[in-house]
């Protein structure tokens, strides 16, 4: 039972366009959600985190939404970039359960020069 | 700031082995995390630690599997016998309170 998911396995785009990435998660105790990004033999790296207490986080290019009535948060990059080409995974966690974190499948994205 | 270290980077041994994997946190952080990467399941929890102590163990997939924290700055994962199954990527992670995980290069494992 998957209560993280992310249902596009690759996207690929254009430089200097948007890159939008998807989550959609089924508990809805989850405050908590962050997005990493993994390039290849290396370990995931924190990217940027919303609460649940707001609906946008914004850190340079890269935007994070979280709309809790559908249950999905959604991950912005513009302009994106050859070097943002990684996976990126999606997180979800209960405050008080101590950082524990509950990842999506990730999503490989390509962006093309 | 070294980061998270794991140890070794890659590991290639025998159905029916012991295989122990290394994981030094980050100086000061007082939360432990270990990962298993899979391509059916992702990335999964296995089990983490607070200030050394186990919290959660529930994603510990059968009694072969083991993990230590002796000391705020060494934790153990050991997988005996290991199976062809358990060939994954073994990651450690580690945090301030609630602050974002840091994790480490991992460790492949290889079981044939």
């Known amino acids: 039972d998957q209560q993280v998911k992310q249902n596009s396995p690759s996207l690929s785009v254009q430089e200097g366009r948007i890159s939008i990435l998807n989550c959609d998660y089924t508990?809805?105790?989850?405050?908590?959600f962050l997005w990493y990004k993994k390039y290849p033999a290396e370990g995931p790296t924190f990217l940027i985190s919303?609460?649940?207490?707001?609906d946008k986080n914004e850190d340079g290019r890269f935007t994070v939404f979280l709309n809790k009535s559908a249950k999905h948060l959604s991950l912005h990059i513009v302009p994106s970039q050859p070097g943002d080409s990684a996976v990126y995974f999606c997180?979800?966690?209960?405050?008080?359960?101590?950082?524990?974190?509950?990842f999506g499948q990730g999503t490989e994205l390509s962006v093309k020069p | 700031d070294a980061g998270v270290i794991q140890s070794p980077r890659h590991e290639v041994t025998e159905m029916g082995q012991e295989v122990t994997l290394r994981c030094k946190p980050i100086?000061?952080?007082?939360?432990l995390f270990w990962y298993r990467q899979t391509m059916m399941r992702g990335l999964e929890l296995l089990i983490y630690?607070?200030?050394?102590?186990?919290?959660?163990d529930s994603g510990m997939p059968e009694d072969r599997f083991s993990a230590k924290m002796p000391n705020a700055s060494f934790s153990t994962l050991k997988i005996q016998p290991s199976e062809p199954r358990d060939s994954a990527v073994y990651f450690c992670?580690?945090?301030?309170?609630?602050?974002?995980?840091?994790f480490g290069n991992g460790t492949r494992l290889t079981v044939t």
């Open positions: 919303i609460s649940s207490i707001k």
């Open positions: 100086s000061g952080h007082n939360s």
């Open positions: 630690f607070n200030n050394n102590v186990p919290i959660d």
């Open positions: 997180a979800a966690s209960y405050r008080n359960q101590g950082g524990k974190l509950i």
């Open positions: 992670a580690s945090s301030l309170k609630n602050s974002p995980l840091h």
């Open positions: 508990n809805s105790m989850f405050d908590y």
